[in-house]
């Protein structure tokens, strides 16, 4: 079935560095979806993005979908010890996966302060 | 986030018994799904459900059972036949059908811990 693979599984970074999470997938999906999960906490939805080669902000959050809508990217500029969590990259499994959500396994991120 | 219930927050029960977890909604939301979490790992689908009285096995179904008689509620059986059932169990609901085609938010509960002695 689709697989949707996230890179790095683990990020230590120190407060103020940048850090970046990449999800890719071997088929073109449909759309891509971001949700944080903190220590302890269950997974809140960020953003959504459907077009390809399309970039969304949040602050200093910067999503990007692939032009080839394969490939996904969470970059945080100057990442604060709020930032602390495991960053999940979800999708929509094609037509043999009967449309349910695949998620890739997560990117989580300390942050020394 | 609000609007998703999920009790107890953490669960304690001896191995071969069976146990049911809790899941209710109030956000008017057709479609429910539950997954299992273990440590440093992603999410994996057990069970999801489109509408009322209907649902459909996810990747990991075997040892799971569950039932969606209402809208607001899809619980969760965690039977003796799973041969490894400690992990955090979260449940999940979303306006549309995932074969609608749409991929609409998904909003989670808070989980449940769940421990197997």
């Known amino acids: 079935g689709q697989q949707v693979m996230q890179i790095p599984q683990y990020q230590h970074v120190q407060e103020g560095e940048d850090f970046t999470t990449y999800c890719n997938s071997s088929?073109?999906?449909?759309?891509i979806q971001w949700y944080k999960q903190r220590p302890g906490g269950h997974p809140v939805f960020l953003i959504q993005?459907?077009?390809?080669?399309e970039v969304k902000k949040q602050k200093r959050l910067t999503f990007q979908f692939g032009e080839a809508k394969k490939n996904s990217s969470l970059h945080i500029t100057a990442t604060q010890t709020t930032d602390v969590g495991t960053y999940f990259c979800?999708?929509?499994?094609?037509?043999?996966?009967?449309?349910?959500?695949?998620f890739g396994q997560g990117t989580t991120l300390q942050v020394k302060p | 986030d609000g609007g998703i219930t999920q009790s107890p927050k953490y669960l304690f029960r001896k191995e071969g018994q069976n146990v049911t977890l809790s899941c209710e909604q109030n956000?008017?939301?057709?479609?429910m799904y539950w997954y299992r979490q273990d440590p440093g790992q992603g999410l994996r689908l057990i069970y999801y459900s489109q509408i009322v009285n209907d649902f459909q096995k996810g990747d990991i179904a075997e040892g799971y059972s569950v039932s969606r008689e209402k809208k607001e509620s899809f619980p969760l059986t965690v039977t003796s036949a799973q041969k490894n059932p400690t992990a955090f169990y979260l449940c999940a609901s979303s306006t549309s059908a995932p074969t609608s085609g749409r991929t609409d938010t998904q909003y989670f509960g808070p989980g449940t811990r769940l421990t197997v002695l």
């Open positions: 979800a999708s929509l499994g094609g037509s043999s996966n009967t449309g349910k959500l695949i």
């Open positions: 956000l008017n939301h057709d479609a």
């Open positions: 993005l459907v077009k390809s080669g």
């Open positions: 088929t073109t999906l449909s759309n």
